[in-house]
């Protein structure tokens, strides 16, 4: 079976909603920073944007547009204290195993092994699931990631694992 | 997610992204992805099972030692094992939640 064209789908699916085309960014360039250690003596960090929080955190509000809030999860954060606040794709699997979309408990596994050098004591969610704002996309690639990339480094961050939802 | 992995490898950062719609992350291009032919919600697998979870983990990260510029895709081989379709909106309608 060939993978589902989601593009047209989505089209589809803004016009029925009287928008105009599901909005897709056009990159430029291919910015690239090449690895400069093995994995095996590499600090990783996990950013995901399902749109998750701890519980005693302020959770995201699935209605708001152009959120780009960032929310630290530390690495021991046990599973049941956390939370998927999102409600644009189908999490009901993701809600009895957290790790289906933010897998912290394997990747603690796979620096135990030591496939991984070290996991970050700090994780990312992020929500950035709906935009109305036509300069989000810009805002996101300039003082969103200036702001991450500042807080990676604080770990001494090596590499990252993004996991969009 | 795609453009905030392009702008962390254009601060110093490498990264590699996990991604479940092909032709979305054709048109993004991240500088490494992989790719996983399975239903949204699931871009590390099947719950509970650890071992799947593992092995997608595994084949990802190495990713990013042999991944080679500019914007290097890989598939990944597993099958979800039954059909999937996407609905729009279908997951908003499950939950209850009205735009804002």
């Known amino acids: 079976m060939a993978p589902i064209e989601y593009i047209p789908l989505m089209h589809a699916y803004y016009q029925k909603l009287g928008f105009d085309d ?12 090449a690895v400069r250690k093995p994995l095996a003596k590499s600090t990783l960090s996990l950013v995901c944007s399902a749109g998750l929080s701890r519980k005693d ?11 780009l809030s960032i929310r630290e999860i530390p690495a021991e954060t046990r599973p049941e204290d ?3 606040n999102y409600s644009y794709f189908d999490h009901r ?7 289906c979309v933010f897998p912290l408990q394997r990747l603690k596994e796979l620096e135990n092994e030591g496939f991984i050098g070290r996991l970050s004591p700090v994780a990312y969610a ?21 702001d991450l990339a500042g807080r990676l480094r604080r770990h001494a961050v090596d590499a990252v ?4 939802t | 997610m795609g453009l905030i992995a392009r702008a962390l490898e254009a601060r110093g950062v490498s990264t590699v992204y996990i991604g479940v719609m092909l032709d979305i992350v054709q048109r993004i291009r991240p500088p ?3 790719f996983l032919d399975f239903p949204l919600g699931h871009p590390v697998g099947k719950p509970f099972d650890q071992q799947l979870q593992l092995s997608i983990l595994r084949d990802t990260l190495a990713f990013l030692e042999t991944a080679r510029p500019p914007a290097d895709l890989l598939t990944l081989s597993y099958g979800w094992g039954e059909p999937f379709t ?14 804002k």
């Open chain 1, 22 to 33: 599901y909005p897709i960014y056009e990159p430029k360039g291919d910015p690239w920073t």
């Open chain 2, 32 to 34: 490494r992805a992989v």
């Open chain 1, 161 to 164: 694992l993004m996991i969009p």
């Open chain 2, 86 to 99: 996407y609905i729009p909106g279908s997951a908003a309608n499950l939950q209850g939640h009205q735009d």
């Open chain 1, 126 to 146: 992020m929500g950035v699931g709906r935009w109305r704002d036509p300069s989000t996309p810009e805002r996101l690639q300039t003082e969103v990631a200036d």
């Open chain 1, 57 to 67: 955190q302020v959770p995201y509000d699935p209605r708001v547009k152009d959120d």
């Open chain 1, 82 to 84: 956390l939370i998927i």
């Open chain 1, 93 to 99: 699997d993701a809600d009895v195993d957290i790790n």
